[in-house]
Nanobody, 132 residues
Framework: QVQLVESGGGSVQSGESLNLSCTIH????????FGWFRQVGGNERAGVAA?????????ADSVQGRFTISISQDNTKNTLRLQMNNLKPEDTAMYYC????????????????????????WGQGTQVTVSS
């Protein structure tokens, strides 16, 4: 069974950094994409960054130049990371890692839409809080 487990969230001051990790177990679809989304309260999840296994990346305009997405693989799992630098209070949100078809995961960032929740595998979320 596919399982995504996030870690690395926390509370920081404006201008500081955090590094989120997501361990992805038993994901067999090598043509798919992986990404990070964030959600504030009852709003829809918004795309932050996405990557495919050729290391093609896409970023939301609001994080371009501050956040870096990366992925590594071994025989049993993928590890997805999001290095977040120069954090701002508006980055405060619940962050979710995601895995799924590229038209959903990466396409949603390019088109500034939200993927259908049932089309994508999701982690449980990790809270990031940035205070001014």
């Amino acid at each position: 069974q596919v399982q995504l487990v996030e870690s690395g969230g926390g509370s920081v001051q404006s201008g500081e950094s955090l590094n989120l990790s997501c361990t992805i177990h038993k994901y067999i679809y090598k043509s798919h994409c992986f990404g990070w989304f964030r959600q504030v309260g009852g709003n829809e999840r918004a795309g932050v960054a996405a990557i495919d296994l050729s290391d093609r990346t896409e970023y939301a305009d609001s994080v371009q130049g501050r956040f870096t997405i990366s992925i590594s693989q071994d025989n049993t799992k993928n590890t997805l990371r999001l290095q977040m630098n120069n954090l701002k209070p508006e980055d405060t949100a619940m962050y979710y890692c995601a895995a799924g078809p590229c038209f959903s995961v990466m396409g949603s960032i390019v088109q500034k839409t939200t993927p259908r929740l049932e089309d994508v595998y999701w982690g449980q979320g990790t809270q990031v809080t940035v205070s001014s």
